[in-house]
DNA sequence: TGTACATCAGTGAACGCGCGTTCACTGATGTAC
DNA sequence: TGTACATCAGTGAACGCGCGTTCACTGATGTAC
């Protein structure tokens, strides 16, 4: 609030404006689906249709920026979920805690998840400046295996030997979010990554219907097992 | 072919028909995305809009013919790889079989993927006559278990015990497609299940991007990996 | 085998709607002197 | 402190488009006698 005062009240203004719109557009998206409509968006704040142009250049800005949005909102959820975790040589602990982060913030905002771990928006190509946001989380769970494995804590009995063409890349990955990890170790991060989302989305898109009652003691079960697929544990 | 020769010539016409709309519409979802058009279909048949209503009643009832025939595709697609495999008690055979078949699948016809394990259709609410199609692919996954268990080769070391709450609801799933493996073991083919689809919705919809090049062998690298963590071998 | 009637496929016009985007404009707020 | 000009937010009309669906119709194909 506070932090933003210097400006002129113009700019302030403005930026309220924008995020107004904004959050109409989320409204929208949580009713109607993904069809975003800048008109019917104008309509609900009591403006003329033309008026968001002063704000958005065009439809496209708008959902960009509401991509934009949704992956930084995800990643912080992930960052402060692992980072509430006072004791960090509790690796399972901190695994557990992003992962119920992750999961609260998607059930909390599901158009948004929707929007960025849905399929891709037909005609919709995302600029790059929404690479380095979209791998927050990941980032995080890199963090917890290298600390794991600098603790000399992380399990790799029985781990998969991944192919020698994959190595090069798993590695590179590593580098960059855990350089003290070894390629087979990057390939479980990745996988669990993928399953953890794959699990998210399940729930989200309803293939649980009928099936299981209690999604959130499932989403518990499931992450548990993963962490000790990653070889993670509490002390 | 001939094995619908009975019944008029009106009537074959008019399955062709039926046929050709449902061609239309799926060519049209791979190059516009989801926006299914009726009367973007009429005019790529040369027809006006208003034939196809002679056909289906209406947009949501093509959607629904469209998603019919994806889960059934994909089902089928699951259940002739899992067939393929001549020697019944290579467990592990038969898994990779229906993984990569899945995956063939998938990435022949991206965007009927999407319409069944993409974000749901805004609006549209899938009849209950999609449920039985849709769950082919995992019955294929629980027969091999159940093979797997009976022939006493299913490994379950290390296997995490769902929470009490779960079990009744996995016991039943069990008692459908695996009735004589514990309720442990459905839950984790269950949790290869989501592993599975999320790694196809990661491919697809372009989430290893900048990442990993050579998807084909990664998927693969995660189909052994699952493997593994279902207590699947060989012989 | 031929005729009379019913069924069906496809037409063309229309209804009523919503959409993104452009443009010239008015009036208020900010800035420079 | 006051004035002159520039910037900006919001208006309202319009363009050009596409959509799903209905309806009365024509003409061809099938069916019953």
Redesign the pocket.
Known sequence: MAERTRG???AR??AE?IDEIKDAARRQLAEGGAN?????I??EM??????????F????ELLTALILDAYNALGEAAEQAGASVRDRDDHLGRWLAVARGVRAWATASPHEYALIYGSPVPGYEAPQDTVEPSIRPVVVLGAILEDAHDAGRLTTKGIQRPVPDLLPELAQIAAYIAPGVSEAVMARALIAWTELFGAISFELFGRFKNTITDLAAWYEHQARDMAAYLGLTAR
Do not use: E, F, G, T
């Open positions: 002129s009240i113009r203004v403005r404006m975003l409509s800048l008109r019917a104008a309509r009591n403006m003329v249709s033309s008026a968001i142009y002063r704000y250049a065009s439809r496209d």
